[in-house]
């Protein structure tokens, strides 16, 4: 019932190929608690396959005294369906709050079995969000190119001025013409990376094999900034190519990953980042100006185990200036999020002590839809961009 058993050409029963088509984890509980089957957004949701599901009883994988296990004794008492709205589902193993709609049903055909639909209120959330950082970007644009107008000729004659000055000035006020000029400059440089933001010309996209971008973005760590850092790697060997710039995919990940490395840095032996690359079917995203629907199944995470983000910034992370460094500018993620909306995906952060994971989401390449169809491994390894700013 698996992806990996489909990639690897089972063709599954009706009945399994429409309950995997559901973008919703379903359960099928018996008259005992234990779960019968759970389709695939189901493994997803408990990350767990639907074997290790099999041998679980529902009470076990749900918060203690969870308001789903008296939902469902009452479904089978009164013999039909009833819906539940907002139930936190999050356990210590799946991360912090998992809120959900619950839809519970009576299977009449079996009695005393129920099925459970659960419908993930953070996938509405996480479109609003990412809509958010979207026009937040938008509104960097905009005021990037202002900037680049208004400040930087100004700045020109400031620090022109102050070196006429310092050509005649004592060796005291030399210091603070130096001061001119070097805060003139560090504001040029940051008017500069601010720019990036202003570049909206279409970039070129195609095959990528996301293993070759983690491997080469790792190596760069490893010889660096993480240098003392464990890496942990979970890679789907099935995963097809996805849909994207190498050079951008690399700056993305670089990001996130030296993002990460600073938040365990005081852990020393204990600092670990982990990899992973995942199928998630069942995502998918209206983008504005397109009728249809884009398919985002594939998934690439970047976790850490520092201290978390502080919950009051989580909201509003990959918003510009928004920042927990004390010498951070607050531009890398927001450049991050820039660059995967431009890719039409989605980013996204769930937080809390020991387990901070960022998580992308982006489409696969598909050859029957793109004029030149390359396999993925036939991509060459390109140099990467210095990484920028984050957190």
């Given at each position: 019932?698996?992806?990996?058993?489909?990639?690897?050409?089972?063709i599954?029963?009706d009945?399994?190929?429409?309950?995997?088509?559901?973008p919703?984890?379903?359960?099928?509980?018996?008259?005992?608690?234990k779960?019968?089957d759970?389709?695939?957004?189901?493994e997803?949701?408990?990350?767990?396959?639907?074997?290790f599901?099999?041998?679980?009883?529902?009470?076990?994988l749900?918060?203690?005294?969870?308001?789903?296990?008296?939902?469902?004794?009452?479904v089978?008492?009164?013999g039909?369906?009833?819906?539940?709205?907002?139930?936190?589902?999050?356990?210590?193993?799946?991360?912090?709050?998992?809120?959900?709609?619950l839809?519970?049903?009576?299977?009449?055909?079996?009695?005393?079995?129920?099925?459970v639909?659960?419908?993930e209120?953070?996938?509405?959330?996480?479109?609003?969000?990412?809509?958010?950082h979207?026009?937040?970007?938008r509104?960097?644009?905009?005021l990037?190119?202002?900037?680049?107008h208004e400040?930087?000729?100004p700045?020109?004659?400031?620090?022109?001025?102050?070196?006429?000055?310092?050509?005649?000035?004592?060796?005291?006020?030399?210091l603070?013409t130096?001061?001119?000029?070097?805060?003139?400059?560090?504001?040029?440089?940051?008017?500069?990376?601010?720019?990036v933001?202003?570049?909206?010309?279409?970039?070129?996209?195609?095959?990528?094999?996301?293993?070759?971008?983690?491997?080469?973005?790792?190596?760069?760590?490893?010889?660096?900034?993480?240098?003392?850092?464990r890496f942990?790697?979970?890679?789907?060997?099935?995963?097809?190519?996805?849909?994207?710039?190498?050079?951008?995919?690399?700056?993305?990940?670089?990001?996130?990953?030296?993002?990460?490395?600073?938040?365990?840095?005081?852990?020393?032996?204990?600092?670990?980042?982990?990899?992973?690359?995942?199928?998630r079917?069942?995502?998918r995203?209206?983008?504005?100006?397109k009728?249809s629907?884009?398919?985002l199944?594939?998934?690439?995470?970047?976790?850490?185990?520092?201290?978390?983000?502080?919950?009051?910034?989580?909201?509003?992370?990959?918003?510009?200036?928004?920042?927990?460094?004390?010498?951070?500018?607050?531009?890398?993620?927001?450049?991050?999020?820039?660059?995967?909306?431009?890719?039409?995906?989605?980013?996204?952060?769930?937080?809390?002590?020991?387990?901070t994971?960022?998580?992308?989401l982006?489409?696969?390449?598909?050859?029957?839809?793109?004029?030149?169809?390359?396999?993925?491994?036939?991509?060459?390894?390109?140099?990467s961009?210095?990484?920028?700013d984050?957190?």
């Amino acid at each position: 019932m698996t992806h990996a058993a489909e990639y690897r050409g089972q063709i599954p029963s009706d009945g399994e190929a429409i309950l995997n088509a559901l973008p919703n984890p379903v359960l099928l509980v018996a008259p005992d608690g234990k779960i019968v089957d759970a389709n695939i957004a189901a493994e997803s949701f408990f990350e767990n396959s639907t074997q290790f599901l099999r041998r679980q009883s529902l009470k076990e994988l749900v918060p203690f005294g969870s308001p789903l296990l008296a939902l469902i004794e009452q479904v089978r008492n009164a013999g039909s369906p009833v819906n539940e709205y907002k139930v936190d589902l999050g356990t210590p193993r799946m991360g912090g709050d998992r809120l959900v709609d619950l839809h519970v049903a009576p299977l009449a055909e079996r009695p005393g079995h129920i099925v459970v639909m659960l419908q993930e209120r953070t996938i509405a959330d996480k479109m609003d969000r990412q809509l958010t950082h979207r026009s937040a970007a938008r509104s960097v644009i905009a005021l990037a190119a202002m900037l680049a107008h208004e400040i930087k000729n100004p700045l020109s004659g400031i620090r022109g001025a102050a070196q006429l000055l310092e050509q005649q000035a004592s060796s005291e006020d030399r210091l603070l013409t130096r001061l001119i000029c070097d805060e003139a400059d560090r504001i040029v440089t940051l008017v500069d990376r601010m720019e990036v933001f202003g570049d909206d010309r279409p970039v070129a996209r195609g095959p990528v094999n996301i293993h070759s971008v983690l491997d080469h973005v790792k190596r760069l760590a490893q010889s660096g900034f993480a240098r003392n850092v464990r890496f942990v790697e979970d890679y789907d060997p099935s995963l097809p190519p996805v849909l994207a710039n190498q050079d951008q995919l690399i700056q993305v990940f670089l990001n996130l990953v030296k993002n990460a490395a600073e938040a365990v840095v005081d852990l020393g032996a204990d600092a670990e980042i982990q990899l992973t690359t995942a199928f998630r079917p069942g995502v998918r995203l209206s983008v504005p100006g397109k009728k249809s629907r884009v398919s985002l199944p594939l998934e690439f995470c970047v976790k850490d185990n520092g201290p978390g983000v502080p919950e009051d910034l989580l909201p509003n992370l990959f918003d510009p200036f928004v920042t927990t460094k004390p010498t951070g500018s607050g531009l890398g993620l927001a450049l991050v999020a820039k660059i995967v909306g431009d890719h039409g995906g989605i980013i996204e952060c769930e937080s809390q002590p020991r387990k901070t994971t960022f998580r992308v989401l982006l489409p696969m390449y598909s050859a029957s839809k793109h004029a030149e169809p390359s396999h993925r491994d036939d991509v060459p390894g390109t140099p990467s961009p210095a990484p920028q700013d984050a957190k």
